[in-house]
């Protein structure tokens, strides 16, 4: 299947067009990063269709939890570039719809995915070998994106027409709770290293069931969220410090606790 690049969107990763990239609000709802400029009336409109027919993105405290849209990367583990790269793609409520291997998770009705890919979207939860259900990308190219923007229109999809788009006021940082042991330590499986914390004394099982809980809800299989940091723990540890860059020796301290309340969801 032809990237975007052949499809005539120009450079993605890691030469990304951050110019031409929107921002987009549909009734609270954003999409960090934005969305291609050519494509964002048309996933204004979707958004706001699906929001009409019931379904609710991110939770009662924030709309925006769990979505994602541009950011300049490759597809995880490769050196191939991501749609969001493009701006084409968009994430949608990542913890009930996780990236992971079959069986396929997500809480989004039928005529969701049939929606969106009447669009011309592709639906993440396609994907034989590991599920995205989160995930939608435009497969089309500029010209088919003008063509399914006004079909939109035609069949006043969304039931209004977008309103414009204001400026973006400066995006806060997200809050993220106070690492919970010293400065220097970390969270590991047992050991005699006394700046290893376990679980195996009662006083740090809040920290790590702190850590197992906020990982279970970037979508992570963490098993039992118990406070003992054991080799399940230390497994999904050295993965997401793959999948971030960051080093990868499945001890959870200052930087691997940063990086899981700020990075995005992928």
Known sequence: MANARDRGWGDGWPNCQTSKITQIDVGGTKFPGGVRTEIA??????????????????????PNYGCWGYM??????????????????IDINAPTNPHKAPPIVTDMPSWMPELWTSYGFRWGGTYSTRPDAMHYEFMGTPADAVSQTERARQANLGGQAPQPIPPPPPQPQ????????????????????????????????????????????????????????????????VSYQKEKNLTADGLAGEKTWHSIWTAPVT
Request: net charge positive; with cysteine; proline share 8%.
């Open 174 to 237: 997200p809050t993220v709770p106070a690492f919970p042991f010293p400065k220097g330590h970390w969270m590991g499986v047992e050991s005699n290293d006394p700046k290893n914390h376990s679980g195996a004394l009662s006083k740090d099982k809040p920290g790590v069931k702190q850590y197992q809980q906020r990982m279970k809800d970037r979508g992570w299989n963490v098993g039992s969220v118990d406070g003992i940091f054991g080799p399940k723990t230390k497994e999904i540890t």
């Open 72 to 89: 300049c990367r490759a597809i995880r583990g490769t050196q191939t570039p991501s749609n969001h790269s493009w701006g084409l793609a």
């Open 41 to 62: 009336e048309l996933v204004t409109r979707l958004v706001q269709e699906t929001k009409n027919r019931g379904y609710v993105f991110g939770n009662v405290n924030d």
